[in-house]
Each structure stands twice: as C-alpha cells, then as structure tokens.
C-alpha cells in the first residue's frame, strides 16, 4: 500500500458494526504479518457463514503472497483453490481476506478497495508500522473493515479470551 489509506465512506454501514476474534486469531495474524516482513502478509479467515450474515470466524489460513511484494499482496492461486474446494467441501466460507501493510496504516488502500472480490467478507488488516502500534503494549494495529461497492466501512474489532 502507498499512502495513508482510504478514509472511510460515509453513508449507511452495511454491518457488521462490530465482530469478535480470539486473541490467540489476532496474535496469529500479527505474527504471520511480522514472519513475511519486509513483504505483504496475506491469508484467509474460514467461518461458518460470511461476516456480513453474522457468521463467527473459526480458523486462520496463512497464504503465501504472490507478488512477493512490499507495497501489495496477491494471495497465491495455488492456495486460494485449495481452500476455496475446503471450504466448499465443508459448508465454510472466507470470513475475512487478511493482509498487512509495512508502513502504513490498517486502512484500505485504493489498491485494496480495487480488490475487493468479496463483498460478505470482512478485510482485516494488520499494520506494522511503529506509529500505528498501540501506545500502551507496543502491538501492531489489526483492523476490520467491510469493502462494498468500492467504500470502505470499518466494523469494530472485539477481541475475546
């Protein structure tokens, strides 16, 4: 991502307004972010039904990022298919599209708001920027934002035990 992110689209909300993932989830997220550095991190969350029908997240998938890149991701279509047919094999769906931004904030870029394929699943991303991290426990920024119709509407982050 360059720049700082697209602001938020005002408007109506298309929900979630707020959603809960388990700490051990988030931290999974964070350290995959921190493991693919200096490069995009990327992955899926599977659920039991899409975010934006209030399904519950079940389990974090890490994907390999295609492009390999600092300033973009591109989940490796040799991943995207093999979860894809899990999920289906299963009665799962992507929950939410994981990525993380290097040096700027968990806001979607207009790269990202382009990409947004799937419009029932939450887009979490997790900053690694040292301005972004919490003051208090020095972690990296991990938001969640719905991406409908190329606006970007940011849903609350719960983080349960």
């Known amino acids: 991502m360059v720049g700082g992110g697209a602001p938020e689209t005002p408007g109506t909300h298309p929900g979630p307004a707020t959603v809960g993932l388990p700490a051990s989830m988030v931290q999974a997220l964070i350290d995959h972010a921190r493991s693919e550095y200096p490069n995009e ?8 039904r899409a ?3 209030g399904g519950r997240a079940l389990r974090w998938e890490p994907c390999r990022n295609r492009a390999a890149s600092p300033y973009r991701y591109e989940i490796d279509p040799d991943d995207l298919l093999r979860l894809t047919l899990a999920t289906e094999d299963t009665g799962e769906t992507f929950w939410g599209i994981v990525h993380s931004h290097t040096h700027t904030p968990a806001r979607p870029s207009p790269t990202d708001l382009g990409q947004a394929f ?3 699943a939450l887009y979490l991303l997790v900053s690694l920027a040292a301005d972004e991290a919490d003051p208090t426990s020095t972690a990296p920024s991990v938001r969640a934002w719905r991406i409908v119709d190329g606006g970007a509407h940011e849903v609350e982050l719960k983080v349960t035990a």
């Open 41 to 48: 991190a990327c992955g899926l969350i599977v659920g039991d």
């Open 51 to 53: 975010a934006a029908d």
């Open 118 to 120: 799937y419009p029932d």
